[in-house]
């Protein structure tokens, strides 16, 4: 099956600089990745997500970049304000007779006023 | 996601007792995925059902069961087999392959 590793699992980083969390996968043909924030005792929201005949995709300060080689795939957030406080996840899906989502571990990010 | 309702938001379960968790969507998808979410352990995938009437085990079935019986509802059973149930549980349901997949707001499971 599918195995998902996520990195750092947390990340404190100053108001305005960028953030980078990185996942990585195991099984080759998982072709959607989806990243998700999640508030303290909240549901998981999705932010952006990719598929694999992409490499990049990009939604205001937000991005994820894909590597189908190396089979990793980051989230990067630029001029991070407090509001982006929270745990992110990442995941893989392969969609060969089934559609089930593998989450990584999760990265709690910190934004330092 | 306002289509996606969880009941209730927090549970109390006794020593030996079974409980259900209500997970009802009225946004006409097809899938619908049951996870469990422990402190540091992201989300693992309990049950999940891709159409009416069936459903798959996931990584963590042991002492939950579900049915399936209409396209808007999925109900988790917390059986007195899971000696370890305490946790956050979160409902999810996806329109199509490759879609996203689209969260409940959680119930909380303690042990009394």
């Known amino acids: 099956g599918e195995n998902v590793e996520q990195h750092p699992s947390t990340l404190s980083v100053q108001e305005g600089d960028s953030a980078v969390i990185k996942c990585t996968y195991s099984?080759?043909?998982?072709?959607?990745f989806p990243w998700y924030k999640q508030e303290l005792g909240k549901r998981p929201q999705l932010i952006i997500d990719?598929?694999?005949?992409?490499g990049e995709k990009k939604d205001q300060r937000i991005a994820v970049t894909l590597n189908k080689t190396a089979k990793h795939f980051s989230l990067h957030i630029t001029e991070t304000q407090p509001e982006d406080s929270a745990v992110y996840f990442c995941?893989?899906?392969?969609?060969?007779?089934?559609?089930?989502?593998?989450f990584g571990t999760g990265t709690r990010l910190t934004i330092i006023p | 996601d306002g289509g996606i309702t969880q009941s209730p938001k927090y549970l109390f379960r006794k020593e030996g007792q079974n409980v259900t968790l209500s997970c009802e969507q009225n946004?006409?998808?097809?899938?619908m995925y049951w996870y469990r979410q422990d402190p540091g352990q992201g989300l693992r995938l309990i049950y999940y059902?891709?159409?009416?009437?069936?459903?798959q085990k996931g990584d963590i079935a042991e002492g939950y069961s579900v049915s399936r019986e209409k396209k808007e509802s999925f109900p988790l059973t917390v059986t007195s087999a899971q000696k370890n149930p305490t946790a956050f549980y979160l409902c999810?349901?996806?329109?199509?392959?490759?879609?996203?997949?689209?969260f409940g707001d959680g119930t909380r499971l303690s042990i009394l």
């Open positions: 995941a893989a899906c392969s969609n060969f007779g089934n559609e089930k989502l593998t």
């Open positions: 099984d080759s043909a998982s072709n959607y």
């Open positions: 990719i598929r694999s005949n992409v």
């Open positions: 946004l006409n998808h097809d899938a």
């Open positions: 059902s891709q159409i009416v009437n069936d459903f």
């Open positions: 999810a349901s996806q329109d199509t392959s490759n879609q996203p997949q689209h």
